[in-house]
């Protein structure tokens, strides 16, 4: 059974960094897209970074040159490394899974749709 499991939120001034980790049950990293995501109240959820077994990795043009993602496939963990913080990016941040072998992720990495499998999330609250 696939388990994720969320940490490392919590709430910082702007201009801080958090580092949230994703440790994962149930299957391998290096054979699954593994992605970021964050969903603030009232809008959609929308991708923030994602990383391939290979180590390649998507972000979104809001965190680029602030966030990193990165994974430890011995220990199955996702990070992602948030600096230079902003209130913008309050919201709750998932991480999710896909297995790898889809043609067509790297145009559609950011979509929540197409994965199926999902933490239950850590809030990160940025105040000004």
């Known amino acids: 059974q696939v388990q994720l499991v969320e940490s490392g939120g919590g709430s910082v001034q702007a201009g801080g960094s958090l580092r949230l980790s994703c440790v994962a049950s149930?299957?391998?990293?290096?054979?699954?897209?593994m992605t970021w995501f964050r969903q603030a109240p009232g809008k959609e959820r929308e991708g923030v970074a994602s990383?391939?077994?290979?180590?390649?990795?998507n972000y979104a043009d809001s965190v680029k040159g602030r966030f990193t993602i990165s994974q430890d496939n011995a220990k199955n963990t996702l990070y992602l490394q948030m600096n230079s913080l902003k209130p913008e990016d309050t919201a709750m941040y998932y991480c999710?899974?896909?297995?790898?072998?889809?043609?067509?992720?790297?145009?559609?990495?950011?979509?929540?749709?197409?994965?199926?499998?999902w933490g239950q999330g850590t809030q990160v609250t940025v105040s000004s």
């Open positions: 999710a899974a896909r297995p790898k072998g889809w043609s067509l992720w790297q145009a559609n990495w950011n979509r929540p749709e197409f994965y199926n499998s």
């Open positions: 149930g299957f391998t990293y290096a054979y699954y897209y």
């Open positions: 990383i391939e077994g290979n180590g390649r990795s």
